[in-house]
């Protein structure tokens, strides 16, 4: 830190060979990231844009180029292939809109409760909510699929207050279409039903996720904030007590203090918090691959399935893999925009109108 | 100076590792490498790795060891395979190495593409067409000795674009179950198994009553399909080259079930909130289920106490035949197998009469051959309906691309009893044709 940075551009001396080290020190984990992060991504990235069938190495010289073939597969024509992969999409960004923010208000929640020094047998609670995360997520599934089951526990509990709960796993009603035809609006309105985007009418986009699909979110929300629970515990222990003190001191309410005070100081967890669950979210596969495997009616598959049974199962390898790197780009920008929202402006700390410009002292 | 020696020492070590691993990551070992010498007069040099012609030409051959990856429906199979490779290696003299998958699809999948597959493997006729285009299997089913003896509609699963590639193992038929209490519960003797699709409607709804439904089956083409064969049609013709899907007979074969889901009689298994037909059979939730010969391992693990009577499918009134679906699995060879030679030899074994026998009294399967029927239907004749509806059986289509066609399918079947049924058949209809190209 304190070193002068001209003299890491000298080639003599003590320093002399100092880069060569660096890079043999490293060398280990940029060769782990070659053959482990960008080799697959290249080798998709080559799979889906290429002819490949499975069959041996897809560097093997026997596969041609196909340009564009397969993402025109999946995204026009009108075929089955681009309507699942419109569900799949469809699916997924319900998942991802409805999961990420409540398990970042849950979990921040749960957090600044256990942290609170009211609350007796802190450590008790801390365990109990964190325990869920450290449970495979396939076992809590197979739990899941008995709690779900439309007699089972959570459809009783629903009857006693007078609720006739849906047959979950094998509902594909989309919960806000059932909401609607709860008011009365049965039929989809014309304009809704008979257009569409990637083989999917704007009434099934808007639809919501289905009920088997909310029995997933459930689990993943049940199983990930904990964890994120963890985060934020870690950083709500890292803030000065003398902050809030002087809060307090400035009659501030406690709410007042949380939200004025508290979350601000906590931007840089909250961020750690929603990329990792946007990321999570957008590759939600497990609880799809162990349960319902994209039934029923579409509504489950997510893009990382989709990307898995296109390939593995049905053996396009080529739209499974262009899935998987559409996937990968739609993570990327999300995480771009989410960082270019929650960046620190300049005026962030809102400074009085009167001071702006001067230079604090 | 001793600093120096330890960054070259150190230079070299990555240099090493990078080649070790960049070498781990091509593919350059010839398969033939390991395997020793050809003993056989077959080989040439052609190892077995070049994409297109390995369907044809001449098998390899050679000393290699096998192995058999299989999906298995427990111990009993498991155990039943190795002892079937162990008697053909004492034959042999080749060691066989059986290894149970845990995901079938997926393990396959991994070793076609890492181009050291399992010699020999189960093969769905679902996962043929897809296998068959890429090139992943050997089609040796016309060097068969049995060939003539397997049943034509099992041949049929396992013929594509006039290849034969795979020995069926076993299949299954769907036939009528029926609940031996609830049906004389009802009043119903022998004398009233349903012959017809007017019968089984009649009796389904005498059999109505309570939180009993007459009739449960799985909402999906892979029950009612039967339906449509015994209306005379299918989605496909038999040969797969024609989509037939909007034929007028499957529309009034899905018009009977929708008629029979109008008055209750008939539910299907996802409403009443169980996983298939067998398991609302197994909690009597329904008197009749139209399933196939699995269901006698699950009864006997679920409800050994529920007596059962497996009776062949209704006829359909307008052609007066039976008809139903024939599920089957066969035993594939990999194109990269540096002993298909062996790997043959084996399958032939496997799919011998007396070892379809065993096979059977050890976990169930039915024989693929039409002369270990007879003496299947004598060792078990309570499955004799299951064994015989191969006549008039037809498989599912199995097109590449079909099982998501298919999956789309039951999608809408789900909800029959709200649909029309032309429209669906109309929509199975255009994405099955989109297939053929």
Known sequence: MAMAPARRTTRGGIRKGEALSGWILSAPVLIALFVFLFLPILMTAWVSVSDYNGHGSPLSGKFSFVGADNYVAITSGGGLQEKIFGWSLRNTLWYVVLVVPIVTALSLFLAVIVNGRVLRGRGFFRTAFYFPSVTSSVAIIALWMFLFNASGVVNKMLSWIGIHGPVWFNDPQGIFTALLSGLGLKEAPAALANHGFLGVSWWSWIGGPSWAMTALMLQAIFCTSGTFMLLFIAGLQNLSPEVDEAAIVDGATAWQRFWHVTLPQLKPVLFTVVTLGIIGAWQMFDQVFSSTKGGPGNTTYTLAYRAYSASMIDGYWGQGMAVAFILFGIIILFTILQRFWLRDRPDMPRPPKKTKGVVPS | ?437
């Open chain 2, 1 to 437: 100076m001793r600093k120096n020696l330890g960054k070259v020492w150190g230079a070299a070590a990555i240099t090493l590792a990078v080649t070790l691993a960049l070498a781990g990551c091509s593919k350059t070992t010839p398969s033939t490498t390991t395997a020793p010498p050809a003993p056989a007069p077959s080989t040439t040099a052609a190892p077995t790795t070049t994409a297109a012609p390995t369907t044809t030409g001449a098998p390899t051959s050679s000393a290699a060891p096998l192995t058999i990856l299989f999906g298995s429906s427990g111990d009993a199979e498991t155990n039943a395979i190795k002892a079937a490779a162990a008697a053909w290696t004492a034959k042999s003299g080749i060691p066989v190495t059986v290894t149970p998958a845990t995901n079938m699809d997926q393990e396959l999948a991994q070793g076609f593409a890492s181009g050291k597959p399992a010699d020999v493997f189960y093969i769905s006729p679902g996962a043929l067409a897809a296998n068959a285009d890429a090139g992943n299997l050997w089609a040796y089913g016309d060097m068969l000795p049995n060939k003539a003896d397997f049943y034509p509609a099992l041949v049929a699963d396992y013929t594509y674009k006039g290849k034969f590639y795979a020995a069926p193992k076993d299949y299954g038929t769907l036939q009528l179950i029926i609940n031996d209490d609830l049906w004389s519960k009802a009043g119903l003797t022998a004398a009233d198994y349903p012959k017809t699709w007017d019968d089984l409607h009649n009796v389904a709804k005498k059999l109505t009553s309570g939180n009993v439904t007459g009739l449960v089956i799985g909402g999906q083409y892979e029950r009612l399909g039967a339906f449509m064969v015994a209306n005379g049609s299918n989605l496909m013709s038999v040969d797969q080259t024609k989509v037939t899907a909007t034929d007028q007979s499957n529309v009034d074969a899905l018009n009977f079930a929708k008629s029979m889901l109008a008055d209750g009689s008939m539910k299907f298994a996802a409403d009443i909130s169980t996983g298939w037909g067998g398991e609302a059979f197994i909690k009597q939730l329904c008197a009749m289920t139209i399933e196939g010969n699995w269901i006698s391992g699950a009864m006997k693990a679920d409800a050994p106490n529920v007596k059962f009577t497996v009776v062949p499918m209704p006829a359909s009134p307008t052609t007066g035949k039976q008809g139903t679906l024939e599920f089957s699995n066969g035993w594939g060879i990999a194109a990269d197998s540096p002993n298909q030679q062996g790997a043959l030899s084996l399958v032939e074994f496997l799919t011998t009469t007396e070892q379809q026998i065993a096979f059977a009294k050890a976990f169930g399967p039915t024989p693929s051959l039409q002369s270990g029927t007879a003496q299947f239907n004598s060792e078990f004749p309570a499955m004799k309906p299951f064994a015989d509806g191969v006549a008039y059986a037809q498989g599912v289509p199995t097109i590449k691309g079909a099982s998501t066609v298919l999956g789309d399918l039951n999608n809408q079947l789900a909800q029959l009893a709200k649909s029309d049924p032309a429209a669906i058949l109309a929509s199975t209809q255009t994405e099955l044709q989109a297939l053929l190209g």
